[in-house]
Structures are given as C-alpha cells and as structure tokens.
C-alpha cells in the first residue's frame, strides 16, 4: 500500500509578507483613516454642541414670546 504524504502549508510568513511589502493603495487607505477620524470628531462635537444650542434658542425664543 502506497503511504500518503502529509499536506504541506506554506509558512504564514510566505503569505502575510508579499501583502505587507506591497505599498500600493496605502494612500487612499491612510485618507479615508483620516477622513473617518474626522467624521467621528464632528458627529461628536455637533452631538455634544446641539443640546446647548437648542437650549439657548429655546431661551430666546421664550424672552421673545
């Protein structure tokens, strides 16, 4: 009877390495990092900001009458 060889992998260094050497397409990908990071500090800061605003208009719009 014919004995089986074992299945061989490649290292996982041989995958993950040729993906890690590669620098095409790191630009788009730092800007929309970036772009995102904004996105969140607005949401935030507009989150945040609203409630006092729309508590001051209120106010005006009560002295006003």
Do not use: C, H, K, W
């Not at 290292?11 to 990908?29: C, E, S, Y």
Request: proline letters at 6%; zero cysteines.
């Amino acid at each position: 009877m014919r004995q089986r060889r074992p299945l061989r992998l490649p290292a996982t260094g041989a995958v993950i390495l040729p993906f890690a050497r590669d620098q095409r397409g790191v630009n788009p990908i730092e800007y929309s990092v970036l772009a995102a990071g904004i996105a969140l500090a607005i949401v935030a800061i507009v989150s945040s900001v609203g409630g006092t605003l729309d508590n001051a208009f209120q106010n005006i719009a009560a002295y006003l009458g």
